[in-house]
């Protein structure tokens, strides 16, 4: 009985491993028109330069990196899918009424605009994002909503949701941003991608001048 008990424990145990094994070999390089429905940006903690990001789904499949141009006149960014080709760059306009981005894709051709507003009344302050395509046409707006988190829900010019990019109020190491598109087609995915890759460098940018500013306070 014992022996029998045994065999069935490493039986079980070559099972799991198998299992396991499978789910590590089922993720893949991919390319960046494969993206689901679901997927997620995750900030880079260590081995970095400037700001770097991986785009990955929940299965583990790996559609790439994207990072901050080392040498760049506004600040850039770049995505290099899975396999290794460039699937879109995104830059700071050196002129613009507020912040506009433009986003093209590998073959140099703009695939949409990311314009950002800064609002203010005597109340608030609130940041609003207007998503145009590739021709100029307005096509998406959103507000920006700091509340557990922060959300950027870009809504069509019908009214209809298009797009959720969230990011948890608590991340232990680096941000993790989850995009979630909710009508396909509308808005091209290496937008929503620079979305949240921006506003991390925005947002990294400010803790850092705030921690100047302290470290000075002391002296």
């Not at 609003?128 to 395509?133: F, G, N, P, R, W």
């Not at 990011?167 to 937008?191: H, Y």
Request: hydrophobic share 40%; glycine share 8%.
């Amino acid at each position: 009985m014992k022996i029998k008990a045994t065999a069935l424990l490493v039986i079980g145990a070559l099972v799991a491993l198998a299992l396991v094994l499978a789910s590590c070999t089922s993720s893949k390089n991919a390319r960046w028109q494969d993206l689901p429905g679901d997927y997620q940006l995750t900030e880079r903690a260590v081995f970095k330069i400037k700001n770097a990001f991986d785009v990955s789904d929940d299965r583990g499949n790996d559609y790439g990196k994207v990072s901050e141009d080392l040498i760049s006149w506004t600040r850039t960014f770049t995505w290099y899918d899975g396999v290794g080709e460039k699937a879109a760059s995104a830059s700071v306009a050196l002129v613009s009424w507020g912040t506009r981005i433009d986003v093209l894709g590998g073959d140099g051709k703009k695939v949409g605009t990311i314009k950002e507003e800064v609002l203010s009344s005597m109340f608030k302050t609130w940041t609003t994002y207007k998503i145009l395509d590739d021709a100029g046409n307005e096509i998406a707006t959103s507000q920006k909503v700091e509340w557990l988190g922060t959300s950027i829900t870009l809504t069509g010019n019908d009214g209809k949701t298009i797009a959720v990019v969230h990011r948890p109020a608590i991340n232990l190491v680096s941000d993790t941003w989850k995009i979630s598109v909710k009508e396909t087609n509308r808005v091209d995915s290496r937008v929503l991608v620079m979305i949240a890759a921006f506003k991390t460098a925005v947002d990294n940018d400010r803790e850092a001048a705030d921690k100047k500013k302290k470290d000075t306070g002391k002296k």
